[in-house]
């Protein structure tokens, strides 16, 4: 099956960004684990980061037409901002597992609220870059067990 990971804003600054929190893996090696990982089982994995809540709404909306099957989400600081992003996923009706790679339970009261855990399948924070490997594997999964919402 086709999976999309897609990654909000900042997160392209992984690896020097506030390495205490988010770790000193690059996005460019998450991202690279994270194929290999979806080819070792038989998927394929596409991949997006992007600063624009816009550029995300576009990629989400137009995984529907392209049979993507499940989405791995870390919306990074629009977890905690953005109707917009919850309701695409929620028009495309794709499954999807939201995932940080910090606690944000365990951080300033304002990342406690997300707008997309009560529409996810699941929810992986605080462990890092393996938050990335954890969620992948239970979307992989999930496409045995669950593949689609209907
Ligand atoms: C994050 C947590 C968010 O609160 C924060 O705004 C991020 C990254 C995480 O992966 O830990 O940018 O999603």
């Known amino acids: 099956a086709r999976l999309l990971l897609l990654h909000g804003p900042n997160l392209n600054l992984l690896g020097t960004r506030e390495p205490h929190i988010y770790g000193a893996t690059t996005l460019a090696q998450i991202d690279a684990a994270a194929k290999t990982q979806c080819e070792a089982a038989g998927h394929e994995l596409d991949t997006l980061q992007s600063n624009s809540e816009a ?79 954890l969620a992948l594997e239970a979307a992989i999964h999930q496409l045995s067990v669950a593949p689609t919402n209907k």
Do not use: K
């Open 55 to 133: 550029e995300l709404i576009d990629r989400i909306q137009a995984a529907a037409g392209e049979g993507v099957a499940f989405i791995v989400i870390n919306p990074a600081a629009f977890t905690h901002t953005s109707v917009a992003l919850r309701d695409a996923l929620a028009a495309v009706a794709i499954p999807f597992i939201e995932l940080h790679l910090s606690n944000p339970h365990a951080r300033e009261e304002f990342r406690r609220h997300s707008y997309f855990s009560d529409l996810a399948r699941g929810v992986v924070c605080g462990f890092g870059a393996h938050s990335y490997t």
